[in-house]
């Protein structure tokens, strides 16, 4: 007999209810819910492993979340008709879920924990994504797995200046700014998202915002946590300690750890000197040390490390490589390195350097995007790629982690801000290989993007730049703001976030909050030190590049998009296709043909301007009216003893009578002009009776002399231009 569920409601705003129920599905889980909003459900489940493995030195926490297809009563699009492995949408919400949850769990809590989330039913107007962390934790909260605090997840948009939590897809497509913020009752965890070149203060009013939402889900959580009885957590093996070789490896390393981190070196002396240090320090440990003494002395080298750098940077106001709190390292760029590619960059910041690609595209190259509630097609992307070279290491290389399509996705709704809208007829992809990497490539490839953009004549009206910032902070109060963070501060940091955006103002936003208490004023400080990074490295964008080229390069294909009456789609297209298939044999040229609202938007795509010329004129002769009084490039069908059937429009044929052929008077057409002439012809009437179109070729000839004169006297005889 199934058990009575458990379940809470509450308001989210609006009259919006949301409701988090447990006890009814997946009870063999240590802890599931789902969480419904009109008819959008998810389901949540966490299992974890009662003891850690052998030897297991980190945290191996997975996050999972994927949308149904049937949720939305569809079946996916796959060769398979099945859902497969998760698309970059699903890889992207499940890191924004794995980043809140990570820093809940104790340090020293080893154990394996699986965190799964399926979208089983859909709304269109509900965004799932925005409530899939609240489910993530509820399902965390009603179990015994040891987590520190409860937290949720909620995004916020601006539609008419107005904040809007979890605002739905139709609100979100007016908002100019969206961030997904997670938060616990009292500190903020993540934040990601993207802005129209908001200010900010925008930022942080967002932030408050988002944070008063998130304490009515917090409350929420604990009220379902109590009426499941849940009163405590499991107890879980604690890692040994051994304080007689912790002091030990103080004592051998701490002078030394001091003065390789205040040698101000590059990343690799400074790698190697500590590597050195490790070593000696194992070697003085003698030769008959166990190993299991071996692994301690590593990791308790590695936190002295991590504690005693923390230290020198907030006490003596400097850094690893030398460099003062708000500095950013050397800054090297070019444009258009490669001699192929539609447009390109190298983009170098001290040992970070991105060489980015720009290749433009027709319409039938855009993306798909693919969710259970919508599909739609993108014609810009970007594709980010972190190559172990990079770093100076060999590693397997098995396709894209979720890291690279997170750092691509910061990357390309960065840019995308700044992209020309609709209609822009090219397809856009953007590539970053990041050749060296010490510190926020994900950034240098923001820079290096809108660099190879201009390059690549994209209509690209302002240059966006980023820059990653760290924060460091000390239970005595005190705090330091580090601009641009090498790889190294990025770990020893209690705050990392990555600010991007143009002059006047941000455009992207990824941030990750690692310690308690950080204050609404020190993150002011934080984001102005941000802005004073960001507009330094545009100024020397702008030195490089200062504006976008005035048309793509020779080498690139060029594209034209024209609109059409509604009617004239089917002329344009031609039975079974025979016109629009005969306009690309002839010219070359690809052309992309769709019906919007009244219109017919025509995208026309050719390697060569010649080509593509001769395909637009083709068309707009397709759909052009007639018109008395102009010229036209004709086309002999037929030839009579009165005259010639010429067509001088694609489908519009007329008379080109024998009395207009030429000022000469004619008395047969043979030998004048035969089928499949061309021949010029102006328009110089219509018969109002029977639409027949009237057509001259001698209006457009040169009058022979005296031509004008009547012959034979004035007896009444017809001039030359009468006949």
């Known amino acids: 007999m199934l058990s009575q569920p458990i379940s809470v409601t509450f308001d989210i705003g609006g009259g919006r ?9 997946a009870r063999q889980a240590d802890g599931a819910v789902t969480v419904r909003q009109g008819n959008c459900i998810i389901l949540a489940t966490v299992v974890a492993n009662k003891e850690a493995k052998e030897g297991q030195e980190f945290f191996p926490l997975s996050v999972d979340y994927q949308e149904k297809f049937a949720s939305a009563g569809r079946i996916p699009g796959s060769f398979f008709k099945r859902e497969a492995r998760l698309n970059d949408y699903e890889i992207l919400t499940s890191r924004l879920i794995d980043r809140a949850l990570r820093p809940l769990f104790p340090e020293d809590y080893f154990c394996e924990v699986q965190v799964l989330l399926s979208l089983v039913s859909s709304d269109y107007e509900v965004m799932p994504d925005s409530l899939a962390c609240l489910a993530a934790s509820a399902a965390l909260a009603v179990s015994d797995i040891p987590i520190k605090e409860i937290i949720s997840e909620v995004r916020i948009g601006r539609v008419d200046g107005q904040y809007i939590v979890n605002p739905s897809r139709t609100e979100l497509e007016k908002s100019d700014l969206e961030f997904m913020i997670a938060a616990t009752h009292k500190n903020l965890m993540m934040v990601e998202g993207q802005a129209k070149e908001c200010g900010e203060e925008d930022l942080v009013k967002a932030l408050e915002v988002a944070h008063d939402a998130i304490r009515i889900h917090i409350k929420a959580q604990e009220e379902l946590r109590s009426k499941a009885g849940v009163t405590g957590k499991r ?6 300690h051994k304080e007689e070789l912790q002091q ?6 701490t002078d030394r750890i001091k003065q390789i981190a205040g040698a101000g070196s590059s990343k690799h002396e400074r790698s190697d000197a500590f590597d050195k240090l490790k070593e000696d320090l194992i070697a003085s440990l003698g030769e008959d040390v166990e190993d299991s003494d071996k692994k301690f002395a590593k990791k308790y080298y590695a936190d002295l490390q991590w504690e005693l750098v923390r230290d020198m940077i907030l006490d003596a106001r400097t850094r690893l490589d030398g460099r003062s709190l708000d500095q950013v390292r050397p800054l090297a760029m070019e444009v258009d390195p490669l001699p192929t590619p539609h447009g390109s960059a190298l983009f170098t910041r001290g040992e970070t350097q991105s060489l980015t690609t720009v290749t433009l595209g027709t319409p039938l190259d855009e993306v798909l995007v693919e969710s259970a509630a919508k599909s739609y097609d993108s014609k810009f992307f970007l594709h980010y790629n972190f190559p172990p070279f990079s770093t100076g290491e060999v590693k397997m290389m098995r396709g894209q982690s979720r890291r690279e399509v997170g750092h691509g996705n910061l990357a390309m709704r960065s840019l995308k801000q700044m992209m020309p809208g609709s209609d822009y007829p090219y397809t856009v992809r953007v590539v970053s290989d990041i050749l060296e990497s010490n510190g926020s490539s994900s950034m240098a490839t923001v820079c290096a993007g809108s660099l190879a953009l201009m390059d690549a004549g994209v209509p690209f009206p302002k240059h966006v730049s980023g820059v990653a910032m760290g924060l460091i902070t000390r239970a005595d109060g005190k705090y330091a703001i580090l601009t641009d963070i090498l790889g190294d501060e990025d770990h020893l940091g209690d705050m990392d976030f990555k600010v991007t955006g143009t002059r006047e103002g941000i455009c992207g936003v990824q941030m990750d909050i690692k310690v308690d208490g950080l204050s609404m004023n020190v993150m002011r400080e934080a984001l102005e030190q941000a802005r004073k990074g960001r507009l330094h490295i545009l100024d020397a964008m702008y030195d490089t590049m200062p504006a976008s080229r005035p048309e ?10 024209i609109f059409i009456d509604k009617e004239f789609i089917g002329a344009v297209i031609g039975p079974q296709g025979k016109i629009i298939q005969e306009i690309q044999r002839e010219t070359g040229a690809t052309i ?3 019906e919007v609202g009244n219109f017919g938007e025509v995208s026309i795509f050719s390697p060569a301007k010649e080509g593509l010329d001769k395909a637009v004129n083709w068309i707009k002769s397709i759909v052009a009216q007639p018109e008395v009084g102009s010229v036209y490039e004709a086309k002999v069908k037929s030839v009579m003893p009165y005259g ?3 067509e001088f429009l694609p489908g519009k044929q007329g008379l080109l009578h024998i009395s207009e052929v030429s000022h000469k008077r004619l008395e047969t057409m043979e030998g004048v002009l035969k089928e499949g002439d061309m021949v010029k012809v102006k328009l110089i009437g219509l018969d109002q009776k029977t639409g027949k179109f009237k057509l001259s ?4 000839m040169p009058k022979p002399e005296g031509a004008a004169a009547p012959r034979g006297g004035s007896g009444g005889g017809r001039s030359d231009e009468q006949e």
């Open 17 to 25: 209810m949301v409701s988090i129920e447990t006890g009814k599905l």
């Open 235 to 240: 107890d879980y093996k604690k890692p040994e």
């Open 248 to 253: 030990k490896v103080s004592a051998f390393t």
């Open 552 to 561: 793509v390069k020779p080498h690139a294909p060029r594209m034209v998009k």
């Open 592 to 594: 992309n043909l769709e």
């Open 644 to 646: 010639a059937f010429v």
């Open 697 to 700: 070729r001698k209006v457009l």
